[in-house]
């Protein structure tokens, strides 16, 4: 079972800065659909960026321009670089890789790439106005 664990989160100001990260037990991120989602209270959970098996990005409107998603695969880390953060950021943040055993499709379809995939424990992220 490979496990994922995200670190970075915090508390900032509207404006403010933070890096998360998200080191897997394995070498998961090559190669397979990962990406980052977020859930606010009261909201339902929602793809921030993806990365399919060809590295290409998607990212959701709201962080284009802001948000940039890397990896280094040496150190089995995943990594999410959010620039001029809002208050609507807050949230848990969530990194999610899938299960090659399970997701064998090419493209990473946006609706089930993650559907029993890989998930971190999650961490918040808090941005005050």
């Known amino acids: 079972q490979v496990q994922l664990v995200e670190s970075g989160g915090g508390s900032v100001q509207a404006g403010g800065s933070l890096r998360l990260a998200c080191e897997a037990s394995?070498?998961?991120?090559?190669?397979?659909?990962v990406g980052w989602f977020r859930q606010a209270p009261g909201k339902e959970r929602e793809g921030v960026v993806t990365?399919?098996?060809?590295?290409?990005?998607t990212y959701a409107d709201s962080v284009k321009g802001r948000f940039t998603i890397s990896q280094d695969n040496a150190k089995r880390t995943l990594y999410l670089e959010m620039n001029d953060l809002n208050p609507e950021d807050t949230g848990m943040y969530y990194c999610?890789?899938?299960?090659?055993?399970?997701?064998?499709?090419?493209?990473?379809?946006?609706?089930?790439?993650?559907?029993?995939?890989?998930w971190g424990q999650g961490t918040q992220v808090t941005v005050s106005s």
């Open positions: 990365i399919d098996r060809i590295a290409s990005t």
């Open positions: 394995a070498y998961i991120f090559s190669g397979n659909c």
């Open positions: 999610a890789a899938s299960d090659p055993r399970r997701y064998t499709a090419y493209v990473c379809d946006s609706g089930s790439w993650w559907r029993n995939g890989y």
